[in-house]
């Protein structure tokens, strides 16, 4: 991320302590047409096009309180500055998780999270946070609190403003508090893994109960994750006749990154074509997602891109050093509602002063 | 009011002579959807193309004509009434299903296709579409993402918006576009996801991307009875809090077991306070080890008289009474009122005394059937329209109900819509911070609020809503 603005002026480091706090400080920037960054824990810091300016460092990470976890109710508010770690903390006290493992773990924020949409291999099972997200609250440039949904599992009262915001990547407001559906921990959970590549992977995603997670490497590696009654679990581990991962792999996992890399999806029947020539990657071959860790040059970078394209997915920058980003672009091919995306960030940021030339819109 | 000279006759230049009803007795059958309010359209065309959508919506566009996008009309919150007149968009002549790609698990339908039919459909290829209204086997798929609607199975697969991967939607200027499609992860702001649920107001919808489930090979399907809705709740409460998550978790009062077993003779126990319908899946393992957890976690909540479906028969017949109680409630009283609101799955007890309470006030008898798992309940209240007094007191009855729903934390539909029943009580749960911020929405969308209006936004022309609350509890000015 830029640090400095275009005069080479070091941006203003705001840590507001409040969401009426932030919203006044967002506020006050954009009456100013000072740039505003929105920062959680910073380890998303990398996505998106380089800035076009940055006058303001808008810090959430003192919003960092549990607002309300009812258990028997299995839902969960937030601030949007406590990281997903203190957060599994504090709902593991109920036998209760948030099913969301992202890469470049841990310290990752729920706004952070929020904003980019990044995800993990639980995502095979749960969906991401655009299904388990019940409400959210942003602070607009305006000044304004505006909150959508609520706490309650269901809910089709209004428009549906949480999925407006999620993966906007804080280009309409910041999000400042989020309530989720939460989950119990499953009664029974078993990883096993294998070395026989794309052929076990498909053969662990056809057995008669499906893996909550499964992730397949470009080693060959194949790492299966059952969960649920334990009689079922149990049946479907020792047919696959796999040996058991050790302990901690999930969280090895997802510590995965990279200096340069990138996220691929396309149509889940497509992805073994879209990684085909690639060295090395990581994927979760049920949902029609991989992570690339970039060892070629940008030309290559683009090749690649434009084949993944074809194959009617994207290609996502998630990080790369300013120069090599300016040669990819971080998003590839606009989608074809580009111009409605565009009156959206306008109704919403009038003066584009959030992210300015960082998201698509 | 009547449509603008000679624009009926461009409408049937779009979709012929016979596809554009304006007879003042023919319009009389579109007046109405599920709900109570009804306002007779100006014209309703119908329209069997995407091309054709596209065409009568500029037409709308260029005179300023509002439109309404309509299915089988059976939504429950007056989503498809023409309350400012107009054209009712019907779209039940675009019923094809397009594609089923089994190797995918996504099917590409038009909108009116009914629920339950791609069910049946996907069934040859051992897949289904999870969502379940009990409208199932009217109510279309357009209407469904339209609503975002429910059932009693999202409790474990959510709801319409979990499973809709793309949609082909005409705007308010009536171009016409693709949002989403079977990739995750897609660049840019989700518009699919901001569309799903905007209840026509946003948009008509002409195609629909969904995602098809695998039939589980095993369900096990378990009725209990229950001294009280206290117990039941408690008993819900329970199952979940040890880490079972069934796929449909319902309730029914006595009121509606009664009801149900006069006219179905499912079985149910009438003699109990409440009933509990539990349902899991999966492969034969899970469904019997869950099933007896279940069981036992019942019977240590004061559940009795429990009973296991033994043949897929059986299975059919408990669901046909779950699924067919509004109508058998007409044994009661030959008209209801059927509400929707969802509370934090605790306060079941507490909003449903409260319901109760309000019916012995307004002297009106109500049945509570509804899904518990979710915390989303829908008390019917049962009357007689032909006691003309009496829908002032059903409405005061309503409002009183959903009131309580507030109060306690809840939200003002769990998955009927806001419609033109609850948009006056949106200020109840949201400042007018949040509503201007769904407004910038509705603007930047239909500037000229073509696309049904009078719905969801609270109409500053029509009657403020002010009541006291009953349950004692102020509305919680902490939404968070």
Not at chain 1, 139 to 167: C, E, F, I, Q, W
Not at chain 2, 172 to 196: E, F, H, K, N, Y
Request: charged share 20%.
């Amino acid at each position: 991320m830029v640090v400095s603005n275009r005069l080479g002026k070091a941006p203003t480091v705001e840590k507001p302590a409040s969401a009426e706090e932030l919203a006044r400080r967002l506020h006050d920037a954009a009456s100013s047409r000072l740039a505003v960054v929105p920062v959680g824990g910073g380890r998303a810091s990398g996505m998106g096009d380089v800035l076009q300016r940055c006058d303001v460092l808008l810090h959430t990470t003192r919003l960092d309180r549990v607002i309300e976890h009812v258990a028997s109710d299995m839902v969960v508010s937030v601030e949007a500055g406590i990281t997903l770690e203190a957060l599994q903390g504090q709902l593991a006290k109920a036998g209760q998780f948030l099913p969301l493992d992202p890469f470049n773990s841990p310290g990752h924020t729920i706004g952070g999270l929020l904003a980019t949409g990044w995800t993990g291999p639980l995502r095979l099972r749960y969906g991401s946070p655009r299904d388990f997200l019940i409400g959210v609250r942003v602070a607009l440039p305006d000044g304004s609190l505006a909150t959508g949904g609520g706490r309650v599992v269901k809910n089709v009262s209004g428009y549906d403003m949480m999925k407006l915001h999620y993966g906007a990547l804080g280009s309409l407001g910041v999000i400042v508090a989020a309530s989720f559906k939460v989950f119990p921990k499953p009664l029974h959970d078993v990883t096993v893994s294998s070395r026989g590549g794309w052929a076990d992977a498909e053969r662990a995603l056809s057995t008669p109960i499906a893996p909550s997670a499964l992730e397949l490497l470009s080693d060959g590696r194949v790492l299966a994750r059952y969960s649920g009654s334990p009689d079922a679990v149990n049946r479907v581990v020792k047919e696959l006749g796999w040996e058991q991962a050790e302990e901690g792999v999930w969280v090895e996992h997802a510590g995965r990154s990279a200096e340069r890399w990138a996220r691929i999806a396309v149509p889940k029947g497509r992805l073994r074509d879209a990684v085909a020539d690639l060295q090395e990657w990581w994927a979760s071959p049920g949902a029609g997602i991989a992570h690339w860790s970039i060892d070629l040059d940008a030309t290559s970078v683009r090749a690649t891109r434009a084949k993944v394209e074809s194959l009617g997915g994207s290609l996502i920058m998630l990080a790369a050093p300013d120069d090599f980003m300016r040669e990819t672009g971080a998003w590839g091919a606009p989608p074809s509602t580009l111009e409605i995306q565009r009156r959206l960030k306008n109704a919403f940021d009038p003066d584009h002063v959030l992210n300015p030339g960082r998201f698509v819109v | 009011m009547a449509l603008p000279k000679g624009v009926a006759e461009e409408l049937r230049r779009i979709v012929g002579r016979e596809s554009v009803v304006d007879a003042p007795n023919d319009l009389r059958i579109f007046e109405r959807d599920g709900s109570i309010e009804g306002a007779v359209p100006d014209a309703v065309v119908l329209a069997s193309t995407t091309k054709e959508v596209s065409e009568v919506i500029k037409v709308a566009a260029k005179h300023r004509i509002p439109v309404v996008p309509r299915g089988a009309g059976t939504g429950l919150s007056g989503g498809a009434v023409t309350i400012r007149g107009g054209i009712a968009l019907q779209v039940t002549r675009m019923r094809r299903i397009l594609e089923i790609d089994p190797i995918a698990q996504t099917a590409l339908v038009e909108p009116g296709v009914v629920n339950q039919e791609l069910s049946l459909v996907a069934g040859q290829q051992g897949l289904f579409y999870a969502p379940d209204p009990s409208s199932q086997k009217a109510c279309t798929i357009g209407g469904n993402a339209a609503e975002n609607s429910g059932g009693p199975h999202c409790l474990y697969y959510g709801v319409t918006t979990n499973h809709v991967l793309g949609m082909e939607v005409v705007l308010a200027d009536g171009s016409v576009q693709w949002v989403s499609g079977d990739t995750p992860d897609r660049v840019g702001l989700d518009l699919c996801g901001v569309l799903v649920g905007s209840e026509g107001t946003l948009c008509a919808i002409t195609k629909i991307k969904v995602r098809l489930l695998r039939v589980p090979p095993s369900v096990a399907t378990l009725l209990a009875a229950f001294p009280s809705i206290e117990a039941a709740s408690q008993a819900v409460s329970a199952v979940i809090a040890h880490g079972i998550v069934p796929a449909a978790l319902e309730m029914m009062d006595k009121v509606t077991v009664g009801a149900v077993e006069a006219h179905y003779h499912a079985g149910y126990p009438t003699d109990a306070g409440a009933v509990l319908l539990v349902e899991v899946d999966g492969i034969a393992e899970s469904t019997r080890e869950l099933m007896a957890a279940i069981t036992d976690i019942l019977a240590n909540n004061q559940g009795y008289a429990m009973r296991e479906a033994q043949t897929p028969a059986e299975r059919d017949l408990l669901w046909a009474g779950r699924k067919g109680a509004i109508g058998a409630l007409g044994r009661i009283k030959p008209n209801y009122y059927l509400h929707d609101g969802v509370v934090p799955r605790s306060r079941l007890p507490q909003v449903l005394s409260a319901v109760g309470e309000i019916g012995e006030h307004y002297k009106l008898p109500v049945a509570n059937v509804f899904h518990a798992g979710d915390g989303n309940l829908h008390p019917n209240i049962l009357f007689d329209l032909r006691d003309r007094q009496v829908l002032h007191q059903v409405e005061g009855a309503g409002e009183e109900m959903l009131r309580a729903v507030v109060e306690l934390g809840g939200a003002l539909s769990g998955e009927h819509g806001i419609g033109l029943e609850k948009s006056a009580f949106m200020p109840w749960i949201y400042s007018e911070d949040d509503l201007h911020a769904m407004h910038r929405v509705k603007d930047v969308l239909d500037a000229d609020g073509i696309l049904n209006p009078g719905k969801i936004f609270p109409d500053p022309s029509r009657k403020p809503i002010q009541l006291a609350g009953r349950t004692g509890l102020a509305v919680e000015a902490k939404w968070w």
